[in-house]
C-alpha cells in the first residue's frame, strides 16, 4: 500500500488515496478468496494496517495511519522523485557510507547468478527456482552486509536505531509482511522509491506475465504523483505495429485536416490599424535611407539591433528572442483561437447587453458553424486533436442557445421556428407534431408560422394522407377568417393576413391538384369565384362563418356554377328564391353531336403496366372536372360511375375566405385562369413557388432559337395545368384541353367579362388571345400542321369576335396579339395589314405612348428577324417602323425607302426622350413612373434604332447607359419616406431591360461573327441580379453550348447557388451538365470511324449526381417535386435500378403528395405496379383506373 496525495489541505488524511500495486490477476483472486478469509478478520489475525482487503475497514478510520505519518510520507516521496537517476541507486540502508558495499554485492549475485545460468541453460524448471533463490540470496548478502556494517560504527544511540530500523527492513524483503505499526521510525524513511530495475530482469529479460498485467508505463514519475505525465499504452502484435509503420501519411490525417481548416496569417506593418490579436505586426524597415549600410550590411537587409550584434557592439536580446521565435513559428490554430474566442465574448457580449435582440440570437446560432470548423478555442493543446467535430454536438450547443434565447424572448415565433427546425434532427416526428400544435394554439393569429406548419405535416410520410392535410388546411383557413373577424378576441389581426390567406387557398387547390383530385381543386375555385364576386348584399355584414352558412344551400341546390353552362351566381339565386324560385327553360339543342371519347385501350398487346399509365393519364385529362347531375336527362348522383368525381360541401366550406382588397380579388380570378392553363401576367406567391413545380417544360425555349427577339416567354413555367400530368420523356400528350374542358373556360371567360370593366377588361381579353397563341405555338414546336391548321381557324374567328366588342376596338395590346397570331400562322402579309391598320388608328401618341411603343417595337422586331444580314437594313422596313414613330403624324405604310434626314431626325427625337424621360424619373414623379413598359419599350426602340442604322455597338452602348441608370441608389431624402412612388417597379425594368439586352445580343450572333464574351458578361451580371429569372437561364444555358470549356460556367453556377435561396440556379446548372453529358456520348458513340477528340465523360455522372445531391438538400428543393423527378429520370436513364428504387422512396420522404412521382415510379418499375397503387390508396392519393378495372377492360 502507499498513500498518494490528491488536492486540498495536506493535514486532511482524506485528501489522500491509498494506491495498491497488486496485480490484477492477484486482485482478482484475493476477490474471489475474500469469503473464505474472513476467519482471519474473526481471529484477529490479520493487522489493523491491512484496511485494503478488509471488510469495514476504510483509509480514513485506519488507526495505523495518522496526519502526521502522510505529510512526511508525501514528502518524502516529492523529494526522492525529484532526486536525478544516477545519484538514487538501490537502497537497502539508511545510511550513505554503504552504497559501495551494496553496489559490490549487487555485482557479485549478477555475476553468479550469469554463471548459474551458462551452467542449467537446458533446464527451464531450474531456472524459475534459480530466480526464486537468487532474489533470496541476494537479501541475505544485503542482509549480513547491513548487521556488519551497523555493528561496527555503533557508538550512538541514532546508529543503533538504524540498525534495528534495517533488520526490521530485512525482514521485509525476507518474509515479505511487515506492519507499519512494528516498525518504529519515521513514516518518511520507511518508503523508498527504486527507479533501477530488478536485478531478476536482467537475467531472465522479462517479468513473468501471470505475475503482471501486460502493460508499458510511459515518463519517470512514480504511478499517481503527475498525472499529466501518465499514459498507458496496450501491447500490440507485431504484425499490427507493422502495418501501423507502413501507412503513409495522407492529407486527411488530423493534423493535415487541422491544418487545411485553419486560415493563413495575416501579416502587416505596425502602422495598418488592426487587431493585434488577429494580426502579427512586422517593424516597418526603410530601404531608402542610405545610412542603413554599412561593412557587416552592404546590402541594407538588417535590422538595426542585427548590425549592432554583427558590429560586436552588443548582443541581441535573449529575452525577447524566443518569444518572436514562439510567435513566428507558432501553428496557424493558435492564431485562429484568438479570433474564435474574440468573436465568442463579442457573440456573448451582445446577447447579455440586449436579450431582446433576435437578430444577434440568431446569428450567435449561426455562428457555431464556424465555431465548429475551426479549432476549440478553449480545448488544451491535447484535447484540440482528439476532439470530434460532430454535428450532434453542433445541433446540441444551437438548441442551448436557442432555449436560452426563448427564456428571454418568450413571445417570439422566429425563435421557436428556429428552435423546432433543430428538433427535427433529435426527435421522433409524433413529438415534433405535438410541438408545432403547442405553438400553433399559441400563435392561431400568425399566417407565416400556419404555412411552415402546413409544409410540415404535408411532408410527413409515416402520417401523410390527402385527408388529414386538406381538412388541415380548412382548418387554417378557418381560424385566420374568425381572426380576420374579429370573433378571436384573444389574438389582434397581424399585417398581410388577408394576402397570406389566398395564398393559403392557392397552395391547398395546387395541393389537390397534385395528389390527383383534380375536381375538388377546380370546385374549389369555383365556390370562392362566386363567394366574392356574386355576393348577396344581405349577408355582406355577417362573418365569414355566417356567410359560408347562406352559401352551402346554394351550393347543394344544384345550379350551375362558374365555368357551367347557364351559370347566374350566388346572388341572382338568392333574388330568385325570394320572388318563388327558378322558371325552368328549355334546354338550348346543340347542332354539334358530342364526339364519342376514343378507346381507351388503343393496343392490348403493350405490357400491363403501359396500358394502365396509358388510361390513367387519358382520365386524368378528360376527368378533371367534377361531376354533376344533368336535370335535363333526369341524372342522379347515383348514375356517376366513379363517385370520387363527386364534391361535397363539406370538403370545400372550412376553406371559404372573405376577401375586400380589390387587387387580391383580381388575384384570384388571375390565379384561376393560370390553374386552368391560361398564360397570365400574374405569377404564384413565393411561399408555394417551388412546391407546386411539377413539370418539365421549364427549359423548353419556345422558338427562342429560331426567333431570339419576338420569343413567347410565359410568364410561370415547371407547372402543370390541370388536366395535364406530363412524362419525364413523352412530354404533353395533347394541346389544350379536350372539348368539354375548352368549353369550360370558354364559360368562365364569359362570366368573368361583365365583373371587369375598362383596362382590367382589356387584360383579360388579352389572356384569352394569348391562351390562343400558346396552343399556336405548342403545334409549331410539335410541327403538328393538321392541328395548327385547325386551331388557327378557331383562334382567328376568337380574336375578331373580340376585337368588334366596344370596349376593344381602340385597345392596342388586342391589335398586336392579333397580329402576331396571323404572323405565327404564317400569314406575313395579313399580319402586316394588321399592323398598318392598328398603327394608322392608334392616333399622333408616337413616343409618349406605351401601348403604340409596344406595338411598333413588335412590329420592327418581326421584321428584323426577316433579315439575313445587316445590309442594306438602314432602308428596311424596320427602320420606316421606327422612324414614323418619332413623328407626330399618323402613320404611313412603307413605300420602299426611307430618307436619310428622317434618320438623322429619329435619333435625336429618341435621344431627347429617353434623356427627358429619365429626368422626370430621377426627380421620382408618381405620374411618370407609374408603368414601366414605356420605358422598357422607349429604350428597346431605341436600341434596336440604333443597331439598324450604325452597328450593335451603339446598341449595346445604350443598353450600357440606361443599366447605369437604373441601377444608380435611391437617394436618401426619398429612402425614408412613406409613399413608394413606384420605385418598386424599377427592378423589373431594369430585367426587362436586360433580356431585350440579350436577345438582342443573340440574334446578331445568329446573322454574323460576334465574340461570345459581351453576351456572357451581360448574362452573368444579370443573373447575379435576377437568379430567378427563367428566361436568361435558358439563354445562358443556350450558350454554354458553344463553349468549349465548362469551368467558367461551373464557378458561376456554384457562386450563384451560395448567394441565393432560388432553385432556379441548381436546375439549370443540372441542365446544362446533362445536355454537356449528353453531347460527349452522342460525340463517343457515334458510328463513324472518325477519332474524336473530346472531353471524356470521366466524372460528368458523378458531377451530376452531386448537384442533385446538393439542391435536394437545399431549403426549397428538399419539397420540389420536378427536382426529384429529374433526380430520378437520370438514375433510371443510367440503368441503376436499385439505387433508382432507393431515391424513389427518399423523394416520397419529401413529397409524398406528388402523384407524378409515382407515376414515374410505375414506368421506372414496372414490376411494382401492384405496390405502387397499394401505396397511392394508402395515402389516400386519387386512383382512376383501380387493377380490377384494368383487368376487366383487358378482358373485353
Same mark, same amino acid.
Given at each position: 500500500m502507499a498513500a498518494i496525495y490528491k488536492k486540498g489541505q495536506k493535514k486532511d488524511p482524506g485528501n489522500y488515496r491509498p494506491a495498491s500495486l497488486t496485480s490484477v490477476p492477484g486482485k482478482i483472486f484475493l476477490t474471489d478468496n475474500l469469503a473464505t478469509m474472513s476467519h482471519t478478520q474473526d481471529s484477529k489475525a490479520v493487522k489493523p494496517s491491512q484496511c485494503g482487503f478488509m471488510e469495514e475497514l476504510d483509509w480514513l478510520s485506519n488507526p495505523s495511519f495518522s496526519t502526521e505519518d502522510a505529510l512526511l510520507l508525501h514528502q518524502r516521496t516529492t523529494e526522492v522523485a525529484n532526486l536525478p537517476p544516477e545519484k538514487s541507486p538501490l537502497i537497502r540502508t539508511t545510511s550513505r557510507s554503504g552504497e559501495s558495499d551494496t553496489d559490490e554485492s549487487l555485482k557479485q549475485s549478477s555475476t553468479k547468478r550469469k554463471k548459474k545460468k551458462k551452467k542449467h541453460h537446458h533446464y527451464k524448471k531450474t531456472k524459475k527456482k534459480n530466480k526464486g533463490d537468487s532474489s533470496s540470496s541476494e537479501s541475505d548478502l544485503d542482509t549480513k552486509h547491513i548487521k556488519d556494517k551497523a555493528t561496527?560504527?555503533?557508538?550512538?544511540?541514532? /546508529?543503533?536505531?538504524?540498525?534495528?530500523?534495517?533488520?526490521?527492513?530485512?525482514?521485509?524483503?525476507?518474509?515479505?509482511?511487515? $506492519?507499519?505499526?512494528?516498525?518504529?521510525?519515521?513514516?518518511?524513511?520507511?518508503?523508498?522509491?527504486?527507479?533501477?530495475?530488478?536485478?531478476?530482469? $536482467? #537475467? %531472465?529479460?522479462?517479468?513473468?506475465?501471470? @505475475?503482471? *498485467?501486460?502493460?508499458?508505463?510511459?515518463?519517470?514519475?512514480?504511478?499517481?504523483?503527475?498525472?499529466? /505525465?501518465?499514459?498507458?499504452?496496450?501491447?500490440?502484435?507485431?504484425?499490427?505495429?507493422?502495418?501501423?509503420?507502413?501507412?503513409?501519411?495522407? %492529407?486527411?490525417t488530423k493534423n493535415n485536416v487541422k491544418m487545411l481548416n485553419t486560415d493563413g496569417i495575416s501579416v502587416v506593418n505596425k502602422s495598418s490599424p488592426s487587431d493585434p490579436i488577429a494580426f502579427i505586426p512586422v517593424s516597418q524597415m526603410e530601404t531608402d535611407d542610405s545610412s542603413n549600410t554599412t561593412e557587416v550590411n552592404p546590402l541594407g537587409i538588417y535590422d538595426p539591433s542585427t548590425t549592432v550584434w554583427l558590429e560586436g557592439k552588443g548582443c541581441k536580446s535573449t529575452d525577447h528572442e524566443p518569444v518572436n521565435t514562439q510567435q513566428t513559428n507558432q501553428e496557424p490554430g493558435i492564431n485562429m483561437n484568438s479570433i474564435l474566442m474574440t468573436k465568442v465574448e463579442e457573440h456573448n457580449k451582445k446577447v447579455r447587453e440586449n436579450p431582446r435582440d433576435i437578430n444577434a440570437w440568431m446569428e450567435f446560432v449561426s455562428f457555431q458553424d464556424e465555431l465548429m470548423r475551426g479549432p476549440s478555442p478553449y480545448a488544451s493543446k491535447g484535447e484540440q486533436e482528439v476532439r470530434r467535430k460532430s454535428l450532434k454536438l453542433i445541433l446540441e450547443k444551437k438548441l442551448a442557445i436557442l432555449e436560452r434565447a426563448i427564456e428571454s424572448n418568450p413571445s417570439n415565433v422566429d425563435l421557436k421556428l428556429a428552435r423546432l427546425k433543430l428538433c427535427t434532427e433529435f426527435w421522433e416526428p409524433p413529438a415534433v407534431i405535438k410541438e408545432w400544435q403547442k405553438l400553433i394554439f399559441l400563435h392561431p393569429n400568425n399566417p407565416e408560422l400556419w404555412k411552415k406548419y402546413l409544409l410540415f405535416c404535408q411532408s410527413q410520410f409515416t402520417t401523410f394522407s390527402v385527408s388529414k392535410i386538406n381538412s388541415l388546411y380548412g382548418k387554417c383557413l378557418t381560424t385566420l377568417a374568425a381572426v380576420q373577424d374579429g370573433s378571436m378576441v384573444s389574438h389582434p389581426l397581424l399585417p398581410g393576413t388577408e394576402e397570406a390567406m389566398l395564398a393559403i387557398f392557392i397552395q391547398q387547390c395546387h395541393f389537390l391538384r397534385q395528389a390527383g383530385h383534380s375536381e375538388k381543386a377546380v370546385s374549389l375555385f369555383q365556390a370562392l369565384v362566386d363567394f366574392t364576386f356574386f355576393k348577396p348584399d344581405s349577408v355582406k355584414d355577417l362573418p365569414t362563418r355566417g356567410q359560408v352558412e347562406f352559401f352551402e344551400p346554394f351550393w347543394d341546390s344544384g345550379e350551375p356554377r362558374i365555368g357551367e353552362k347557364g351559370a347566374r351566381g350566388w346572388k341572382a339565386w338568392m333574388h330568385q328564391q325570394e320572388k318563388g324560385g327558378w322558371i325552368a327553360l328549355k334546354a338550348d339543342d346543340d347542332d354539334d353531336e358530342e364526339i364519342d371519347e376514343d378507346q381507351e385501350i388503343k393496343d392490348k398487346t403493350l405490357p400491363r403496366w403501359h396500358i394502365w399509365l396509358d388510361i390513367e393519364y387519358s382520365r386524368e385529362a378528360r376527368h378533371w372536372l367534377p361531376w354533376r347531375p344533368d336535370k335535363t336527362k333526369k341524372e342522379t348522383e347515383e348514375d356517376c360511375e366513379d363517385p370520387e368525381r363527386q364534391v361535397l360541401f363539406d370538403d370545400l366550406g372550412p376553406s371559404l375566405i372573405r376577401l375586400s382588397n380589390p387587387g387580391l380579388q383580381h388575384q384570384l380570378l388571375y390565379s384561376f385562369l393560370q390553374f386552368l392553363g391560361v398564360p397570365c401576367a400574374s405569377k404564384l406567391f413565393p411561399s408555394n413557388l417551388y412546391i407546386a413545380m411539377d413539370e418539365n417544360n421549364i427549359f423548353d425555349s419556345v422558338l427562342?432559337?429560331?426567333?431570339?427577339?419576338?420569343?413567347? !416567354?410565359?410568364?410561370?413555367?415547371?407547372?402543370?395545368?390541370?388536366? !395535364?400530368?406530363?412524362?419525364?420523356?413523352?412530354?404533353?400528350?395533347?394541346?389544350?384541353?379536350?372539348?368539354?374542358?375548352?368549353?369550360?373556360?370558354?364559360?368562365?371567360? !364569359?362570366?368573368?367579362?361583365?365583373?371587369?370593366?375598362?383596362?382590367?377588361?382589356?387584360? +383579360?381579353?388579352?389572356? $384569352?388571345?394569348?391562351?390562343?397563341?400558346?396552343?399556336?405555338?405548342?403545334?409549331?414546336?410539335?410541327?403538328?400542321?393538321?392541328?395548327?391548321?385547325?386551331?388557327?381557324?378557331?383562334? /382567328?374567328?376568337?380574336?375578331?369576335? +373580340?376585337?368588334? #366588342?366596344?370596349?376593344?376596338?381602340? !385597345?392596342?395590346?388586342? $391589335?398586336?396579339?392579333?397580329?402576331y397570331l396571323e404572323w405565327l400562322l404564317g400569314n406575313i402579309d395579313d399580319a402586316r395589314k394588321v399592323f398598318d391598320t392598328a398603327l394608322s388608328t392608334a392616333g399622333t401618341g408616337g413616343l409618349k405612348s406605351p401601348l403604340l411603343c409596344s406595338l411598333s417595337l413588335l412590329y420592327a422586331q418581326l421584321e428584323v428577324e426577316l433579315l439575313e444580314s445587316?445590309?442594306?437594313?438602314?432602308?428596311?422596313?424596320?427602320?420606316?417602323?421606327?422612324?414614323?414613330?418619332?413623328?407626330?403624324?399618323? %402613320?404611313?405604310? =412603307?413605300?420602299?425607302?426611307?430618307?436619310?434626314?428622317?434618320?438623322?431626325?429619329?435619333? /435625336?427625337? %429618341?435621344?431627347?426622350?429617353?434623356?427627358? =424621360?429619365?429626368?422626370?424619373?430621377?426627380?421620382?414623379?408618381?405620374?411618370?413612373?407609374? @408603368?414601366?413598359?414605356?420605358?422598357?419599350?422607349?429604350?428597346?426602340? =431605341?436600341?434596336?434604332?440604333?443597331?439598324?442604322?450604325?452597328?450593335?455597338?451603339? *446598341?449595346?452602348?445604350?443598353?450600357?447607359?440606361?443599366?447605369?441608370? +437604373?441601377?444608380?441608389?435611391?437617394?436618401?431624402?426619398?429612402?425614408?419616406?412613406?409613399?413608394?412612388?413606384?420605385?418598386?417597379?424599377?427592378?423589373? #425594368?431594369l430585367e426587362a431591360v436586360t433580356l431585350l439586352h440579350t436577345n438582342l445580343l443573340r440574334f446578331h450572333m445568329k446573322i454574323s461573327v460576334y465574340p461570345l464574351n459581351p453576351l456572357r458578361e451581360a448574362l452573368t451580371e444579370a443573373l447575379k441580379r435576377y437568379p430567378s429569372n427563367q428566361s436568361l437561364w435558358r439563354s445562358y444555358i443556350h450558350i454554354q453550348r458553344k463553349s468549349h470549356s465548362a469551368s467558367k460556367a461551373r464557378r458561376f453556377f456554384d457562386g450563384v447557388t451560395r448567394s441565393t435561396n432560388s432553385l432556379e440556379p441548381w436546375l439549370f446548372a443540372i441542365q446544362a451538365e446533362q445536355m454537356r453529358k449528353k453531347l460527349t456520348d452522342s460525340v463517343q458513340r457515334a458510328g463513324i470511324g472518325e477519332i474524336h477528340s473530346t472531353i471524356p465523360e470521366t466524372g460528368l455522372t458523378n458531377r451530376i449526381v452531386a448537384l442533385f445531391e446538393h439542391a435536394v438538400q437545399s431549403e426549397n428543393g428538399t419539397h420540389c417535386p420536378l427536382l426529384w423527378r429529374m433526380y430520378l429520370n437520370f438514375l433510371a436513364s443510367l440503368g441503376k435500378k436499385e439505387k433508382s428504387k432507393g431515391l424513389f422512396y427518399k423523394a416520397l420522404q419529401n413529397c409524398p403528395w406528388a402523384k407524378v412521382l409515382y407515376m414515374d415510379a410505375v414506368e421506372y418499375f414496372p414490376d411494382d405496379l401492384q405496390e405502387t397503387l397499394d401505396l397511392m390508396t394508402e395515402k389516400e392519393l386519387r386512383v382512376r383506373v383501380p387493377l380490377e378495372e384494368l383487368d376487366l377492360l383487358l378482358e373485353v
Open positions: 561496527r560504527s555503533g557508538k550512538n544511540n541514532e /546508529k543503533e536505531a538504524a540498525a534495528n530500523l534495517d533488520k526490521k527492513t530485512s525482514n521485509l524483503s525476507s518474509n515479505r509482511f511487515v $506492519w507499519l505499526d512494528d516498525i518504529q521510525a519515521f513514516t518518511a524513511e520507511t518508503f523508498r522509491i527504486d527507479k533501477k530495475p530488478d536485478p531478476a530482469n $536482467w #537475467a %531472465y529479460k522479462s517479468l513473468y506475465r501471470g @505475475d503482471i *498485467a501486460r502493460y508499458k508505463r510511459r515518463g519517470e514519475s512514480c504511478l499517481g504523483i503527475d498525472a499529466k /505525465k501518465q499514459c498507458i499504452t496496450w501491447d500490440s502484435s507485431a504484425s499490427k505495429r507493422k502495418q501501423l509503420q507502413r501507412q503513409p501519411e495522407r %492529407y486527411f427562342s432559337d429560331e426567333k431570339p427577339l419576338t420569343a413567347v !416567354h410565359f410568364p410561370l413555367s415547371g407547372f402543370n395545368s390541370i388536366g !395535364h400530368m406530363d412524362t419525364m420523356q413523352g412530354g404533353r400528350h395533347h394541346i389544350g384541353h379536350y372539348k368539354e374542358g375548352e368549353e369550360f373556360i370558354q364559360n368562365v371567360f !364569359h362570366v368573368l367579362f361583365p365583373l371587369l370593366s375598362g383596362k382590367e377588361k382589356s387584360d +383579360l381579353s388579352s389572356c $384569352w388571345l394569348q391562351y390562343e397563341i400558346s396552343k399556336i405555338v405548342q403545334c409549331l414546336q410539335t410541327k403538328n400542321k393538321k392541328k395548327l391548321k385547325a386551331q388557327g381557324r378557331k383562334s /382567328k374567328k376568337l380574336a375578331k369576335n +373580340l376585337l368588334k #366588342a366596344p370596349d376593344n376596338r381602340n !385597345h392596342l395590346s388586342l $391589335w398586336k396579339l392579333y397580329a445587316l445590309e442594306g437594313a438602314v432602308t428596311s422596313r424596320a427602320v420606316h417602323i421606327l422612324t414614323k414613330l418619332t413623328e407626330s403624324g399618323t %402613320y404611313v405604310p =412603307y413605300s420602299g425607302q426611307v430618307l436619310s434626314v428622317n434618320v438623322l431626325k429619329a435619333r /435625336k427625337t %429618341y435621344e431627347h426622350a429617353l434623356q427627358d =424621360y429619365l429626368s422626370k424619373t430621377l426627380v421620382y414623379d408618381q405620374d411618370q413612373i407609374s @408603368d414601366t413598359n414605356q420605358l422598357v419599350n422607349l429604350v428597346g426602340c =431605341y436600341a434596336l434604332f440604333q443597331y439598324l442604322t450604325v452597328g450593335i455597338d451603339a *446598341a449595346v452602348l445604350i443598353y450600357a447607359q440606361i443599366s447605369g441608370k +437604373l441601377e444608380a441608389p435611391v437617394p436618401q431624402k426619398f429612402e425614408n419616406t412613406g409613399e413608394n412612388f413606384g420605385i418598386q417597379n424599377f427592378p423589373t #425594368a
